[in-house]
Structures are given as C-alpha cells and as structure tokens.
C-alpha cells in the first residue's frame, strides 16, 4: 500500500527558507492518477492546503501563500519538495502530504506529518 | 475562495449516542464535499468524499449528506474511538477546510 513519509528539519530561523521532502513509498508518483499535495496545521487550529504538484511539474498554489511557495517534484527518487521562503513564526506548524485522487479529488493518503517551528 | 464553516464547534455526546454535525459553504460546491476525522497526534483520515460515499474501510455508522452550501455529517451511535475532531473540505475550487468540530464524551 501507499505511504508518504515528510521529513526535513524541524527548526527554521525566521526569514529563512523551509524545505520539506515527501519521499512516495509502494507506488509510483508517475503514476498520473493523483495530486500530490502539502497540507499544514499551525498548533491547535485548522488545516490549510498549500498547493499540489502533478507528476509532469505542473503546479497549483493556495493564493494566500503563492508568492513564497515552490512545490517541485523527482519522479527518479519518488519524491516530492516544499519550499516557503521568508518564513515567520506564523508558519510555525504540522505539515503534512498527502495524495489527492482524481474526481473525487480527496486527499485518501496523507503522511504522519512533521512539525516545523520557525524561531530564532 | 471558499470559506466553510462548521457548527457547533464542540458537540458533547454520551457513547451509543448520535452526532449530527454541520459544514455551510460560502457558496455552492454542488457535492464536491469530504470529511476527515482527526485524533490527537494523528493525521486526518478520510471519511466521506462526494457528500454522501463512504471512503473504503470507514463503517456504515459514518453517513453523509447534502449539496450546494449545506451539509452534514452523522454518527449513528457513537463508539469509543469516534471521539475525534472532524473536519469538512470543499474540493470544487481548489482546497478549503473548515474549522473543525471536536465531538466529545459528555
């Protein structure tokens, strides 16, 4: 079965770049069928979609969040990367990936997730 | 962008007993809907997608229904492990979740 596992460091200092990487395990991220997303959860609140990338490179960013965000993708290592430039303690949160499927486009697999804090 | 709202926020209920909770979308999703169930520590876990169809493994007590702007999610009798925070999500312009609702024991 398909699982997502996120990893990355958990402590970024403000105003620097936070890099994240799902590495896709039991099936193949080419496979086309699905979006592949990142999901965050500040501690306490709400979940909040970040954006996707498809298995082309083709992207899709949440509006709030565009200017900051590049998602991209390695189909040769099965695995996909957040980048979040400039960061605050704002985005201190869980974040997570998960695969969204195609109509009906839920996310049916998500990671354990990873916390990240952003301080100095 | 779509905003959800979901009431109440907290739902006291006693085990055996039914959960109704409700997601209001800020404009028409038609029935481009799901819920997620979230336990402590844990990551969300689909429910149901397409307002009413259960996602594979998830028990008959979980229903749900609606479409436009107005939906609910019900839990026919509660189980010990149904306590949780449940959220809905809009998927008919791009991703938005709503605030939650934690069900817990009374």
């Known amino acids: 079965q398909v699982q997502l596992q996120e990893s990355g460091p958990g402590l970024v200092k403000p105003s620097q770049t936070l890099s994240l990487t799902c590495t896709v395990s039991?099936?193949?991220?080419?496979?086309?069928?699905?979006?592949w997303s990142w999901i965050r959860q500040p501690p306490g609140k709400g979940l909040e979609w970040i954006g996707y990338i498809y298995y082309s490179g083709s992207t899709y960013y949440n509006p709030s969040l565009k200017s900051r965000v590049t998602i991209s993708v390695d189909t040769s290592k099965n695995q996909f990367s957040l980048k979040l430039s400039s960061v605050t303690a704002a985005d201190t949160a869980v974040y997570y990936c998960?695969?969204?499927?195609?109509?009906?486009?839920?996310?049916?697999?998500w990671g354990q997730g990873t916390m990240v804090t952003v301080s100095s | 962008e779509i905003v959800m709202t979901q009431s109440p926020a907290t739902l006291s209920v006693s085990p055996g007993e039914r959960a109704t909770l409700s997601c209001r979308a800020s404009q028409s999703v038609s029935s481009n809907l799901a819920w997620y169930q979230q336990k402590p520590g844990q990551a969300p876990r689909l429910l149901i997608y397409?307002?009413?169809t259960r996602a594979t493994g998830i028990p008959a007590r979980f229903s749900g229904s609606g479409s436009g702007t107005e939906f609910t999610l019900t839990i026919s009798s509660l189980q010990s492990e149904d306590f949780a925070v449940y959220y809905c999500?809009?998927?008919?312009?791009?991703?938005?979740f709503g605030q939650g609702t934690k069900v817990e024991i009374k």
């Open positions: 998960a695969r969204a499927t195609m109509a009906p486009y839920a996310f049916d697999i």
């Open positions: 039991g099936g193949s991220i080419s496979s086309g069928d699905y979006y």
């Open positions: 397409g307002a009413s």
């Open positions: 999500q809009q998927y008919n312009n791009w991703w938005t």
